[in-house]
């Protein structure tokens, strides 16, 4: 089992910059992605951003150039997001694949004023 733990959101007004963390725990053998996705109300849960036990990452189009997804440990994983829009208002769900599963946290509120 893994549980996650959210922390970083919050209000910010356009233009600026929120880092998220996610503090994992549990077993982490097996461990194959960390990253975040998102749902904004009414919408589909999207991925934001992955980085997978390679190193490699995968961003959203629509995040590209603006969000950076981290990890310190496989127990650590970060998202530093810049020049917020009012579109990126959501829930932020931090995610980790161990082996075949996936886990989700509770999710930590962005809100972005225009």
């Known amino acids: 089992q893994v549980q996650l733990v959210e922390s970083g959101g919050g209000l910010v007004q356009a233009g600026g910059s929120l880092r998220l963390s996610c503090a994992a725990s549990?077993?982490?053998?097996?461990?194959?992605?960390q990253g975040w996705y998102r749902q904004a109300p009414g919408k589909q849960r999207d991925l934001v951003a992955v980085?997978?036990?390679?190193?490699?990452t995968n961003y959203a189009d629509f995040v590209k150039g603006r969000f950076t997804v981290s990890r310190d440990s496989s127990k650590m994983v970060y998202l530093q997001m810049n020049s917020l829009s009012a579109e990126d208002t959501a829930v932020y769900f931090c995610?980790?694949?161990?082996?075949?599963?996936?886990?989700w946290g509770q999710g930590t509120q962005v809100t972005v004023s225009s």
């Open positions: 980085i997978w036990f390679n190193d490699d």
């Open positions: 995610y980790y694949r161990r082996f075949d599963r996936d886990y």
């Open positions: 549990g077993s982490m053998f097996g461990i194959n992605a």
